[in-house]
C-alpha cells in the first residue's frame, strides 16, 4: 500500500495584522497562488495537513484550489481545543476534511509536533510563527517549500535555507524565491517531493550504515572476547623452559594478542576504526615484549638459551593488555597535540 505525503500549510497573507519581516508583497496575487498550489498537490497525490481556517490565513485559499482538482485526498484539520473548522468546501467535492483538535492545553506543542511528523511543509508569507516553525524544520532536516516571492516569515525562511540546505540543492532553492509565474506550483510541489524522496533516500542509506555498524561492534567484540580466551590458554598451555625459535616465537606472539585484545576493548565505545586498534594493540605487543626482554638481555646475557616462557608470560601478557588497552587514547593525544612528547617543545 503507497502512503500519501501529509503536507503541512502554514502563514498568512493578511495586510491588516502586521508585524511581517520582511513585509508582505502582493498578497492578493499570493492568495491565487495558495489555491494553485492547492490544486497542484492534489495532483501530485498529496494529503494535506491544516490548523485554521479563518480567512487571513493561508490553509483556506490552498484547500479551496485543492478541492477543484480532479482527485483531491485527504484534507486534515488540526486547530486548537476550542477551535472550529469550516472550509465552505464547493457541493460535489470529493475532498475528506478529518478534524483532530488538539485536546491539550499547549496547542504549540501539538502544532509543532505536527509539523516535524509531516512529509514536509509548505510556507506562504506569515509572521513570526512561521519563521520560527520553519526554522525548526529546518533543524529536523524536514522537506520545506518557502515560498520567497511574497515575503513575510516564508521568505525569511527562504533565505535561511539557502545556508542550511538540507536536502535541497542549491538551483531548486533559487527556484523558490523566484517571481511566481502560472508554471510555478507545479515546479515547485514537485521540489518539494524531490526533497522529500531524497530524504527517504537518505534515512535508508542511515539505517544501513546504523546496522553495519551494529555488527561491526558485535563481530569485533566476539574477535576481543576471542583474542582474550586465545592468550590466556596460550598462557596456560605455553609450557615451561623452551630455548630457541620456538619459545622466542610464543613470548612475542601470546602477549601481542593480549594487547590487541586491549586495544579493541578500548575501542568498543567508539564502533569505528576496530583493524586500527588492532594494528596499534599489536604494534603496542610487539614493543612491549621487545623492550622488556632487551632490558632483561642487558643484565642476562644468555636468557634467550635458557628461556622460561610460561614464567615470563604470566608478567608480559597482563602488561601487553594494558598497554594495547592504554595506547590508542595516547597516540590520539599525541597526534591531536593534547599530549606534549618529552624534548618536542623549545626550552
Same mark, same amino acid.
Given at each position: 500500500?503507497?502512503?500519501r505525503p501529509l @503536507?503541512?500549510?502554514?502563514?498568512?497573507? /493578511?495586510?491588516?495584522?502586521?508585524? !511581517?519581516?520582511?513585509?508582505?508583497?502582493?498578497a492578493?496575487?499570493?492568495?491565487e497562488?495558495?489555491?494553485e498550489?492547492?490544486?497542484?498537490?492534489a495532483?501530485?497525490?498529496? /494529503?494535506?495537513?491544516?490548523?485554521?481556517?479563518?480567512?487571513? !490565513?493561508?490553509?483556506?485559499?490552498v484547500?479551496?484550489? !485543492?478541492?477543484q482538482?480532479?482527485?483531491p485526498?485527504?484534507?486534515v484539520?488540526?486547530?486548537?481545543r476550542?477551535?472550529?473548522?469550516d472550509?465552505?468546501?464547493?457541493?460535489?467535492?470529493?475532498?475528506?476534511?478529518?478534524?483532530?483538535?488538539?485536546?491539550?492545553?499547549?496547542?504549540?506543542?501539538?502544532f509543532? %509536533?505536527? =509539523?516535524?511528523?509531516?512529509d514536509?511543509?509548505?510556507m506562504?508569507?506569515?509572521?513570526r510563527?512561521?519563521?520560527?516553525?520553519?526554522?525548526?524544520?529546518?533543524?529536523?532536516?524536514?522537506?520545506? &517549500?518557502p515560498v520567497?516571492?511574497?515575503?513575510?516569515g516564508?521568505?525569511?525562511? *527562504?533565505?535561511? &535555507?539557502?545556508?542550511?540546505?538540507?536536502?535541497?540543492?542549491p538551483?531548486?532553492?533559487v527556484r523558490?524565491?523566484?517571481?511566481?509565474?502560472?508554471?510555478?506550483a507545479?515546479? &515547485?510541489?514537485?521540489?518539494?517531493?524531490?526533497?522529500?524522496?531524497?530524504?527517504?533516500?537518505?534515512?535508508?542509506?542511515?539505517?544501513?550504515?546504523? %546496522?553495519?555498524?551494529?555488527?561491526?561492534?558485535?563481530?569485533?567484540?566476539?574477535?576481543?572476547?576471542?583474542?582474550?580466551?586465545?592468550?590466556?590458554?596460550?598462557?596456560?598451555f605455553?609450557?615451561?623452559?623452551?630455548?630457541g625459535?620456538?619459545?622466542?616465537?610464543?613470548?612475542?606472539? @601470546?602477549?601481542?594478542?593480549?594487547?590487541?585484545?586491549?586495544a579493541m =576493548?578500548?575501542?568498543?565505545n567508539?564502533?569505528?576504526g *576496530?583493524?586500527?586498534?588492532?594494528?596499534?594493540?599489536?604494534?603496542?605487543?610487539?614493543?612491549?615484549?621487545?623492550? !622488556?626482554v632487551?632490558?632483561?638481555?642487558?643484565?642476562?646475557?644468555?636468557?634467550?638459551?635458557?628461556?622460561?616462557?610460561?614464567?615470563?608470560?604470566f608478567?608480559?601478557a597482563?602488561?601487553?593488555?594494558?598497554a594495547?588497552?592504554?595506547?590508542?587514547?595516547?597516540?590520539?593525544?599525541?597526534?591531536?597535540?593534547?599530549? %606534549?612528547v618529552?624534548?618536542?617543545?623549545?626550552?
Amino acid at each position: 500500500m503507497v502512503t500519501r505525503p501529509l @503536507i503541512a500549510i502554514i502563514g498568512s497573507l /493578511d495586510n491588516a495584522r502586521g508585524g !511581517y519581516e520582511p513585509p508582505l508583497r502582493d498578497a492578493e496575487r499570493g492568495r491565487e497562488a495558495c489555491a494553485e498550489l492547492g490544486q497542484s498537490l492534489a495532483e501530485a497525490g498529496c /494529503d494535506l495537513l491544516v490548523f485554521s481556517s479563518k480567512p487571513g !490565513y493561508v490553509e483556506s485559499d490552498v484547500v479551496r484550489g !485543492y478541492a477543484q482538482a480532479e482527485k483531491p485526498g485527504r484534507v486534515v484539520a488540526r486547530p486548537p481545543r476550542h477551535g472550529e473548522i469550516d472550509f465552505a468546501l464547493p457541493p460535489g467535492t470529493d475532498t475528506q476534511v478529518v478534524v483532530q483538535p488538539d485536546t491539550s492545553g499547549e496547542w504549540e506543542l501539538s502544532f509543532f %509536533r505536527s =509539523l516535524l511528523a509531516a512529509d514536509g511543509i509548505v510556507m506562504i508569507g506569515g509572521a513570526r510563527s512561521t519563521r520560527l516553525a520553519g526554522i525548526v524544520a529546518l533543524t529536523q532536516k524536514v522537506p520545506v &517549500l518557502p515560498v520567497g516571492c511574497f515575503g513575510g516569515g516564508a521568505g525569511q525562511v *527562504w533565505v535561511n &535555507l539557502d545556508n542550511v540546505r538540507n536536502d535541497a540543492t542549491p538551483e531548486e532553492i533559487v527556484r523558490m524565491g523566484q517571481p511566481w509565474s502560472p508554471e510555478s506550483a507545479g515546479e &515547485l510541489v514537485g521540489l518539494l517531493l524531490t526533497q522529500r524522496a531524497r530524504r527517504a533516500r537518505r534515512t535508508v542509506v542511515e539505517e544501513q550504515d546504523a %546496522r553495519r555498524g551494529r555488527w561491526a561492534a558485535r563481530a569485533a567484540l566476539l574477535c576481543t572476547i576471542t583474542a582474550l580466551i586465545v592468550a590466556w590458554l596460550g598462557v596456560s598451555f605455553a609450557g615451561g623452559a623452551q630455548p630457541g625459535v620456538r619459545g622466542f616465537l610464543l613470548l612475542l606472539a @601470546i602477549p601481542m594478542v593480549a594487547a590487541a585484545a586491549g586495544a579493541m =576493548l578500548r575501542n568498543l565505545n567508539e564502533q569505528a576504526g *576496530w583493524a586500527l586498534a588492532a594494528a596499534r594493540g599489536l604494534g603496542a605487543g610487539f614493543v612491549t615484549v621487545f623492550l !622488556y626482554v632487551a632490558g632483561e638481555l642487558v643484565s642476562v646475557p644468555d636468557l634467550l638459551q635458557r628461556l622460561d616462557v610460561q614464567r615470563l608470560l604470566f608478567f608480559l601478557a597482563p602488561l601487553a593488555f594494558t598497554a594495547g588497552f592504554a595506547f590508542d587514547r595516547v597516540l590520539e593525544k599525541v597526534l591531536s597535540g593534547e599530549t %606534549r612528547v618529552p624534548g618536542s617543545g623549545t626550552s
